[in-house]
């Protein structure tokens, strides 16, 4: 196994353009209506959209809609930046909502709010994570 730490002392600090910029942006919607949280076909539009708006090439889109005592639609979007990916409960009026995106021109900002805004949740906790490999140690 390679030692990290004496790499990371021999090797240059990586070019700006081999770097990773990661930005995941993700969250807790509370009090949607089970009219949106069951709706696949309305979360799928909602999704696809929220990646057109948000600069991400959409690569596939999947669904499913679940029954059962704890129903609800997950969706799944891969885009060639990263994913979207939103799950909802019908019982709970409840949803989350994770979008992560590499590369400078995406923005999972504008996505995460869309979707937000779409799925109409009486309030919500929002949740940001740098994930760039920037963050390189020099010793």
């Known amino acids: ?8 002392s021999t090797n240059p600090q990586p070019s700006k353009a081999d770097r990773v910029i990661g930005k995941h942006v993700y969250g807790n919607l509370y009090d949607i209506e089970p009219q949106i949280a069951g709706n696949e076909s309305k979360l799928r539009e909602i999704v696809i959209e929220a990646a057109k708006l948000a600069n991400m090439t959409l690569y596939d889109i999947k669904s499913w809609s679940f029954g059962g ?5 997950s969706v799944i979007a891969l885009v060639l930046e990263s994913h979207i990916a939103v799950h909802t409960w019908i019982e709970y009026s409840y ?13 999972p900002w504008k996505a995460f709010e869309y979707i937000v805004s779409n799925l109409k949740p009486k309030y919500y906790t929002v949740n940001y994570a740098d994930r760039s490999s920037f963050s390189v140690i020099k010793t």
Do not use: F, Q
């Not at 005592?69 to 639609?73: D, L, S």
């Open 1 to 8: 196994m390679e030692n990290i730490g004496e790499n990371l």
């Open 69 to 73: 005592r704890k129903g609800g639609v």
């Open 95 to 107: 949803a989350t909502v994770d979008v992560y995106t590499c590369g400078e021109y995406s923005d």
